[in-house]
């Protein structure tokens, strides 16, 4: 695979962000009513968004070392990933 370009590695981090809106903005009762998701579909997507939010931070470039990550801040993607989690279990 060839190293991802830099417009990439944006959309990468903009759909981490979408996962993070997903993960703090709903409950399971406003997924029931504003996405019209069962719970059990809500859960599913919630664990989705979370490991998804986990595997990007570890994505690396062709080397498998250096990390594709500059300057990005993960602060927000970490706080969704703990809370996810929380609201899994």
Do not use: P
Not at 5 to 23: L, Y
Not at 51 to 74: A, H, P, Q, R, V
Request: no cysteine; hydrophobic share 35%.
């Amino acid at each position: 695979m060839a190293e991802r370009t830099a417009d990439e590695i944006a959309q990468i981090f903009k759909e981490a962000d979408d996962r993070v809106t997903f993960i703090n903005t709903y409950t399971v009762e406003e997924a029931k009513a504003e996405l019209s998701e069962s719970e059990q579909d809500y859960k599913d997507r919630l664990k989705t968004s979370t490991e998804y939010l986990e595997l990007i931070k570890g994505y690396k470039k062709e080397d498998g070392i250096t990390s594709i990550w500059t300057t990005e801040d993960f602060t927000d993607i970490d706080a969704a990933i703990v809370s996810g989690k929380a609201l899994i279990a």
